[in-house]
């Protein structure tokens, strides 16, 4: 019904910056909140950022001044701008879409990226 295509990941040294894509397509009637989430070897997945439908955007606070989550909506894509990377940043990153499909059952469901590895390491 809705497939999340991932892009962006890869081998960054500290300091340096990333962006993720995350580009939704299918049977799309509407989408709602938008976000990423990480995990690290032997972690749990927790998120990074979320975007409302209205734009409103909500971060940990330790991620707050180096993280950046905004949408397009015309293309239904859901970015993550990550600057000043740590080592501790090295996880997979996944993003997650709030959707409802425009086909029976047009229930709203939380799809979910195949995920992208983001290695910071000098």
């Known amino acids: 019904q809705v497939q999340l295509v991932e892009s962006g990941g890869g081998l960054v040294q500290p300091g340096g910056s990333l962006r993720l894509s995350c580009a939704a397509f299918?049977?799309?009637?509407?989408?709602?909140?938008m976000g990423w989430h990480c995990q690290a070897p032997g972690k749990q997945r927790e998120s990074v950022a979320a975007?409302?439908?209205?734009?409103?955007?909500n971060y940990p606070n330790s991620l707050k001044s180096r993280f950046t989550i905004f949408r397009d909506n015309a293309k239904n894509t859901v970015y993550l701008q990550m600057n000043n990377l740590k080592p501790e940043d090295t996880a997979v990153y996944y993003c997650?879409?709030?959707?409802?499909?425009?086909?029976?059952?047009?229930?709203?469901?939380?799809?979910w990226g195949q995920g992208t590895q983001v290695t910071v390491s000098s």
């Open positions: 975007i409302t439908s209205g734009g409103s955007t």
């Open positions: 997650n879409v709030d959707s409802r499909p425009a086909v029976p059952p047009r229930k709203v469901e939380r799809y």
């Open positions: 299918g049977s799309i009637f509407s989408i709602y909140g």
